[in-house]
């Protein structure tokens, strides 16, 4: 059974920033892609980042790109998100997500591609 923790939520004002970790256990980590998700009350969970199992590939939702950056330590088994720049349209709960797919060629926006999910840790951007 795989285990994601994220932590490092909190609240921030706007133009500020947060680090976000999420800790994996139960597979080698290694070999799957992870994501980032969001959910903001009342709306959809949607996609904000993601990143290869290797580390090499990233992409990012256009409302974060720039401001936001997905990392990933292998060695730690976690995977990172550093948000910059925040804005009170950041708040939502934010999710970590590993990929189905071990050894996935890119990474996926696709929620559905994602079988195992954190808790989920609160951001709330104060304008």
């Known amino acids: 059974q795989v285990q994601l923790v994220e932590s490092g939520g909190g609240l921030v004002q706007a133009g500020g920033s947060l680090r976000l970790s999420c800790a994996a256990s139960?597979?080698?980590?290694?070999?799957?892609?992870m994501g980032w998700f969001r959910q903001a009350p009342g709306k959809e969970r949607e996609f904000v980042a993601t990143?290869?199992?290797?580390?090499?590939?990233?992409y990012y939702a256009d409302s974060v790109k720039g401001r936001f950056t997905i990392s990933r330590d292998n060695a730690k088994n976690s995977v990172y998100l550093q948000m910059s720049s925040l804005k009170p349209e950041d708040t939502a709960i934010y999710y970590c997500?590993?990929?189905?797919?071990?050894?996935?060629?890119?990474?996926?926006?696709?929620?559905?591609?994602?079988?195992?999910w954190g808790q989920g840790t609160q951001v709330t951007v104060s304008s």
């Open positions: 997500a590993a990929d189905s797919r071990p050894f996935r060629v890119g990474t996926s926006i696709n929620v559905n591609d994602y079988d195992y």
């Open positions: 139960g597979r080698t980590f290694s070999s799957y892609a």
């Open positions: 990143i290869s199992w290797r580390g090499g590939v990233t």
